[in-house]
């Protein structure tokens, strides 16, 4: 009871920093920080979410795994002591690897990415995305399992990001930025039951 | 003169709306993108009839005496090689002069693209990149697998993506102000179960 009022206090603590996210009581649910704000993240991840997400993670260790080190959630990426997220995937170049500290990743990682789930879909469109472009995610993909698309942000000009390809079927996900990004995005698809 | 056949016309470029204008009909419907002739994709489907006549009535019933809202096919001339066909569009009453005997000739106020597998990365890059340029001041994608509308606003030369709506969600317009419905209001117009439809 006590702990519970305790965590629902946290809440409204405004602005509430990685240290008070930090030291909450573990209610077994997954927070953000976002701005300031704590957010509540969806229930469990569907198995399909989950399926695409290791296809995902599979595709990068095959061809990446050499010069990046890549991460799946949950994991802290504390971007500012107000902006506290866990994206989806992340890769983090290994000339860069000083940002993976003992509390997460302190700092943008080279990609971040998302995995829509119903409720999650205005999230990690709107203010995830606005997250990411302001603390200088330099790539940001979004997975829509409806569509059976992936969608690759740059950050462009007034270092805002812009939406540089949309991957379907068979096209190869390739990056610029990332050169040792190569995969089929109908692959992270396959495993979907329905 | 002979009128052309869409064989003869996609080997020349650029294509102008007069060479469009005066093509062989063949039963298919074409665009014109930055002076190339594309086909567009073959029949829509059902939901995306269905989205698109809801909306066009609901539209109608809120914006009517602000707005004209027709219905694609409808050519929006943007430029002589920019010719677009729209799903829906709206036109405030006080810009009716684009209104012209061959379509729209200018940007309309607010455009919509209802999505389907074939158009996805039309109306997600090229296409809002195109709105843009030529300064249509509101662009809504409709995603008809999950529901939700997209909804890009004008800022110089971009779009920025200002808010996605689903469900009960409110959408509101600075463009049109007089809009006011939910996803869930043409969801659960539906006439069948939405997996019959996927």
Same mark, same amino acid.
């Given at each position: 009871?006590?702990?519970?009022?305790?965590?629902?206090?946290?809440?409204?603590?405004?602005?509430?920093?990685?240290?008070?996210?930090?030291?909450?009581?573990?209610?077994?649910? %997954?927070?953000?920080?976002? *701005?300031?704000?704590?957010?509540?993240?969806?229930?469990?991840?569907?198995?399909?979410?989950?399926?695409?997400?290791?296809?995902?993670?599979?595709?990068?260790?095959?061809?990446?795994?050499?010069?990046?080190?890549?991460?799946?959630?949950?994991? *802290?990426?504390?971007?500012?002591?107000?902006?506290?997220?866990?994206? *989806?995937?992340?890769?983090?170049?290994?000339? %860069?690897?000083?940002?993976?500290?003992?509390?997460?990743?302190?700092?943008?990682?080279?990609?971040?990415?998302?995995?829509?789930?119903?409720?999650?879909?205005?999230?990690?469109?709107?203010?995830?995305?606005?997250?990411?472009?302001?603390?200088?995610?330099?790539?940001?993909?979004?997975?829509?399992?409806?569509?059976?698309?992936?969608?690759?942000?740059?950050?462009?000009? %007034?270092?805002?990001?812009?939406?540089?390809?949309?991957?379907?079927?068979?096209?190869? =996900?390739?990056?610029?930025?990332?050169?040792?990004?190569?995969?089929?995005?109908?692959?992270?698809?396959?495993?979907?039951?329905? | 003169?002979?009128?052309?056949?869409?064989?003869?016309?996609?080997?020349?470029?650029?294509?102008?709306?007069?060479?469009?204008?005066?093509?062989?009909?063949?039963?298919?419907?074409?665009?014109?993108?930055?002076?190339?002739?594309?086909?567009?994709?073959?029949?829509?489907?059902?939901?995306?009839?269905?989205?698109?006549?809801?909306?066009? =009535?609901?539209?109608?019933?809120?914006?009517?005496?602000?707005?004209?809202?027709?219905?694609?096919?409808?050519?929006?001339?943007?430029?002589?090689?920019?010719?677009?066909?729209?799903?829906?569009?709206?036109?405030?009453?006080?810009?009716?002069?684009?209104?012209?005997?061959?379509?729209?000739?200018?940007?309309?106020?607010?455009?919509?693209?209802?999505?389907?597998?074939?158009?996805?990365?039309?109306?997600?890059?090229?296409? %809002?990149?195109?709105?843009?340029?030529?300064?249509?001041?509101?662009?809504?994608?409709?995603?008809?697998?999950?529901?939700?509308?997209?909804?890009?606003?004008?800022?110089?030369?971009?779009?920025?993506?200002?808010?996605?709506?689903?469900?009960?969600?409110?959408?509101?317009?600075?463009?049109?102000?007089? =809009?006011?419905?939910?996803?869930?209001?043409?969801?659960?117009?539906?006439?069948?179960?939405?997996?019959?439809?996927?």
């Amino acid at each position: 009871m006590e702990k519970k009022k305790k965590a629902a206090d946290k809440v409204k603590e405004q602005p509430v920093t990685y240290e008070i996210y930090a030291e909450m009581p573990d209610d077994g649910n %997954r927070y953000e920080v976002i *701005d300031g704000v704590l957010e509540l993240m969806s229930p469990s991840p569907t198995a399909s979410h989950q399926s695409i997400l290791l296809e995902l993670i599979d595709a990068l260790r095959q061809s990446c795994k050499s010069d990046y080190l890549i991460y799946f959630a949950p994991l *802290d990426v504390i971007l500012s002591d107000t902006n506290v997220v866990q994206p *989806d995937a992340i890769m983090i170049h290994r000339s %860069r690897k000083h940002i993976v500290t003992s509390r997460g990743i302190e700092g943008p990682p080279d990609l971040a990415v998302e995995v829509l789930s119903p409720s999650s879909r205005k999230r990690d469109r709107l203010k995830k995305r606005a997250v990411y472009e302001k603390h200088g995610v330099p790539e940001y993909w979004i997975v829509d399992p409806e569509t059976e698309t992936l969608e690759q942000f740059h950050l462009g000009e %007034r270092d805002k990001y812009v939406l540089t390809q949309l991957y379907e079927g068979d096209e190869l =996900v390739a990056s610029d930025k990332l050169p040792c990004v190569s995969f089929a995005v109908s692959r992270l698809f396959a495993d979907v039951l329905q | 003169m002979k009128k052309k056949t869409y064989e003869e016309l996609v080997k020349e470029s650029p294509v102008t709306y007069e060479m469009y204008a005066n093509m062989v009909d063949d039963g298919n419907r074409y665009e014109i993108s930055d002076g190339v002739l594309e086909l567009m994709s073959p029949s829509p489907l059902f939901i995306h009839q269905f989205i698109s006549h809801k909306m066009q =009535v609901i539209l109608d019933g809120s914006c009517q005496n602000e707005f004209i809202i027709l219905a694609a096919p409808l050519d929006v001339i943007l430029s002589d090689t920019e010719v677009r066909q729209p799903d829906l569009v709206m036109i405030h009453l006080s810009r009716t002069h684009i209104i012209g005997k061959r379509g729209i000739n200018g940007a309309p106020d607010l455009v919509v693209e209802i999505t389907s597998k074939h158009s996805l990365k039309r109306d997600k890059l090229t296409k %809002r990149n195109v709105y843009a340029k030529y300064g249509v001041r509101e662009y809504w994608i409709v995603d008809p697998s999950s529901f939700t509308l997209e909804q890009y606003e004008l800022c110089e030369d971009h779009y920025e993506l200002v808010d996605v709506y689903s469900g009960e969600e409110p959408i509101r317009s600075r463009t049109a102000p007089c =809009v006011s419905f939910s996803m869930d209001e043409l969801v659960s117009s539906l006439p069948v179960p939405p997996d019959q439809l996927k």
